[in-house]
């Protein structure tokens, strides 16, 4: 396993992440994953032989079950707390009330005890902000949190699903008022779906965050067992088409990672997760997976090198269609350019 630090911290995180998603199945996320008890150790088992010391969850993955299940396999395993890296998320709904969503201070100290109940430990290493909520000032966000790092509770907070100007306010916040500040962000980014480049990736590069990458296989499609003139009637794209992707430029990069993958002898799936392993950004990437198997072919994607031939190669047939300002950016700075 090869490990790396998260952002500008001096926490070295496991280059795979072990993602959480896929533990219990309770209601909606019975799309994704009901995996057991004894399942989930064996899981966890093999990602920690592996060199995996990073887990992520959320309290709303099988509304909180997920989170029980992490901590009720670490405790059965018999693993060392302090050897792991925890994190997990607030923001979605856990609750009928008006108050049991969102990121008030009253949702956020709330949930950071029962995430503390449910996982059974005394304190999460990165506790992350699920998503935007629009109706909570940042402010009062940011103090929230900032007090769950003085508790000891936290020990560093992160954000999820944000655009870059939040991102960008929220670190300008922290650092007028002398706040815990983000230091990292957990976003979709596959070879198939490249839209954080646009703005959110500069910024993460200027601001020194580091990246956890979620659904690094694009919900599956890029598994290796889709393609244009497949017919596939199980996997997750079937039950839960999700995250939104151009199917048909996905096919087109399918194809080519298909040549690659055959002249290495190793999968589709291998190549897309060294895809993202080779861009600089990436500090971890989150692999969910249902079967040993799975988990076993997602970890050798650390040992799969690309050439520059095969990355340029890669990024022609992925690439994004240029928009403004970015397309004006290239045209007036090619005279300042190192």
Not at 213 to 238: C, F, I, N, Q, T
């Amino acid at each position: 396993m090869q490990y790396r630090l998260l952002g500008k911290t001096g926490l070295k995180v496991s280059r795979l992440c072990m993602g959480t998603m896929t533990f219990g199945g309770l209601g909606m996320w019975t799309a994704i994953g009901t995996l057991s008890q004894g399942e989930v150790n064996g899981l966890v088992n093999q990602a920690i032989d592996a060199g995996i010391n990073f887990i992520d969850t959320a309290n709303v993955y099988s509304e909180g079950l997920s989170e029980q299940m992490t901590g009720q396999a670490i405790r059965d395993l018999g693993l060392k707390r302090d050897d792991l890296i925890i994190a997990t998320k607030v923001r979605g709904r856990m609750g009928a009330g008006p108050n049991h969503s969102g990121l008030s201070r009253k949702h956020i100290l709330q949930q950071a005890e029962e995430s503390l109940t449910r996982l059974n430990m005394d304190y999460i290493d990165l506790y992350q902000i699920h998503g935007f909520d629009s109706l909570t000032p940042l402010d009062e966000t940011l103090y929230a949190l900032d007090s769950l790092v003085h508790s000891g509770k936290v020990r560093y907070i992160g954000c999820s699903n944000l655009a870059a100007w939040q991102i960008m306010k929220a670190l300008g916040i922290s650092a007028q008022e002398h706040l815990a500040r983000f230091v990292s962000l957990q976003a979709y980014y596959t070879i198939a779906g490249r839209d954080l480049e646009r703005e959110i990736l500069p910024m993460l590069l200027d601001q020194k965050l580091g990246l956890m990458v979620w659904s690094p296989l694009a919900g599956g499609l890029l598994s290796g067992k889709y393609g244009r003139h497949e017919s596939v009637d199980e996997g997750r794209r079937v039950n839960f088409d999700f995250p939104p992707v151009d199917k048909e430029k996905a096919f087109d990069i399918i194809e080519v990672m298909k040549i690659i993958a055959q002249s290495k002898n190793v999968t589709v799936a291998q190549i897309a997760l060294a895809w993202l392993l080779h861009q600089p950004v990436v500090s971890s990437v989150i692999i969910g997976v249902k079967r040993p198997e799975q988990l076993s072919d997602n970890l050798k994607a650390i040992d799969v090198q690309l050439t520059a031939e095969e990355l340029a190669e890669l990024d022609e047939a992925s690439k994004l269609q240029p928009e403004y300002p970015g397309w004006m950016f290239e045209r007036q700075g090619a005279d300042r350019k190192e």
